[in-house]
Every structure is written in structure tokens, then in C-alpha cells.
């Protein structure tokens, strides 16, 4: 997205249009977010109260499978000249990031899960 995310323009532009519709088409699915200032913001909290939500407690990473797919990208990112070339390298990278390695990191939710209580909410080896 260009611009600033602002709590509005996270429900306007993704929760509303992909998010909403995406859950509404799993029974029993419980939505993850981190507490990112978007997230947290009463616009988006009270659009979300219709749906099931995994709380999140404060500084803990641990439990976001999808910072490693950040992670993974980030390594592969290529030197970009403008913000085109950056776009690009992201969406390709994207589409050919090995699903098998999202599919690790969801099955790894149960230990994750597991392992940040036993840590306290403190850090753990994810």
C-alpha cells in the first residue's frame, strides 16, 4: 500500500473487502493480528468484534508465522532503484515463495502457542 496505514484505511482496504469475506467463509476461523498501531486503532477493533481474534499480547513476535515469510523475503529482496522496480521484486518473490514453507510454519502454531506460554509471553526459540 502506498501511504500511510491508518486504522480507517485498514478496515476500508483490507479488513472490510478481503478479510471480512475470507472469514466469513470459514466457520470457526480465528483471525491474527499483531498490535500495530493500525490494528489496535477503534475502527478496526470494532469492525473485528463480529469475528473470533487471537489476542495478542505486547512485544510478542513469537507467535506471528508471518514475520518469517517477511524474513524469508527481506534475504532475497533484490537492490531496487525506485519504488516500480520494488513492487516488482516483492510480487515476484511473493507468488514464488515455496508454499510448503507456509504450510510449516502454520502446523508450527500449536508449539508456538505452547512455547510462549511456557516462556511466560517472553521470548522463545520462534
Same mark, same amino acid.
Given at each position: @500500500? ?21 472469514? *466469513? ?9 499483531? *498490535?500495530?498501531?493500525?490494528?489496535? %486503532?477503534?475502527? %478496526? ?31 532475497? @529482496?533484490? !537492490? ?20 510448503? *514453507? ?5 502446523? !508450527? @502454531? ?17
Amino acid at each position: @500500500m502506498r501511504g500511510t496505514l491508518t486504522g480507517q484505511r485498514y478496515v476500508d482496504d483490507i479488513l472490510r473487502p478481503h478479510v471480512g469475506p475470507f472469514l *466469513n467463509s470459514l466457520p470457526g476461523a480465528i483471525f491474527q493480528q499483531d *498490535n500495530a498501531r493500525p490494528h489496535a %486503532a477503534r475502527v %478496526a477493533q470494532d469492525f473485528l468484534h463480529h469475528f473470533k481474534t487471537l489476542p495478542w499480547t505486547a512485544r510478542s513476535p513469537d507467535l506471528s508465522p508471518v514475520e518469517h515469510v517477511w524474513d524469508q523475503l527481506k534475504r532475497q @529482496m533484490p !537492490s531496487c532503484h525506485s519504488v516500480h522496480d520494488l513492487e516488482l521484486a516483492v510480487q515476484d518473490l511473493w507468488v514464488h515463495l515455496p508454499q510448503d *514453507n507456509i504450510r510449516c510454519l502454520i502446523n !508450527s @502454531m500449536p508449539d508456538r502457542v505452547a512455547a510462549c506460554i511456557a516462556a511466560g509471553g517472553g521470548s522463545t526459540r520462534y
